[in-house]
């Protein structure tokens, strides 16, 4: 990997992800490796963004209305609890009920407050999260995504190379892009005062 050219990506890439983010549209992290999930949730949680680090559900994107609903459904389980209703049924009825809402939390509790579709996706591992790229290819949703030797970066708007199975480089250009948003007033189309743009070569061993 030219790390030379992984800082012009990712400079690149942080443009892009400052105009749509200024532009008011929200942000999708996803990252399903066990390896990197732990640190792209940590990203997304700090710049206030959205993600998916368990398992991405066919059609998450292109059949979003779907998810809605399945959102809608843990909300429902959770107004249930609050309002005292399940001691009105049996405890099996409970359980049932808990176990569910226990499987919506993990898969859907990143995204259970995004109300319309991401303006952008940031994606660790493309080939991994083929199915979500192409989902954000077929609504034409630019995607900025790491891009490893083993990857096709043709099918990603914002490729940028790098390591995608190190975590400390992972890290970087995550920390990297997330930075770049934050401060931003959303509509305000002015780029993060100050917003960093780390210098990659120095740091080779972190990317490599």
Known sequence: IDLAKTQIALEKAIGALQRAYGAGRNVLFVGTKKTIKDCLKEEAKRCGQFYVTERWLGGMLTNFSTIKQSVKQ???????????????????????????????????GGIRNM???????????????????????????PVISLVDTNSDPTDVSFPIPANDDSLRSVGMILRALTESIMGIKPNAMTEAPGAKKPELVAASTAIV
């Open 74 to 108: 843990l909300e429902e389980i959770e107004r249930m609890e609050n309002e005292g209703l399940f001691a009105e049924i049996t405890k099996k009825e409970v359980l049932t009920l808990n176990r569910e809402r226990a499987k919506l939390e993990m898969v859907l």
């Open 115 to 141: 109300r319309t579709l991401p303006g952008v996706l940031i994606v660790v591992d493309a080939k991994h999260e083929a199915i979500a790229v192409h989902e954000a290819n077929r609504l034409e949703i």
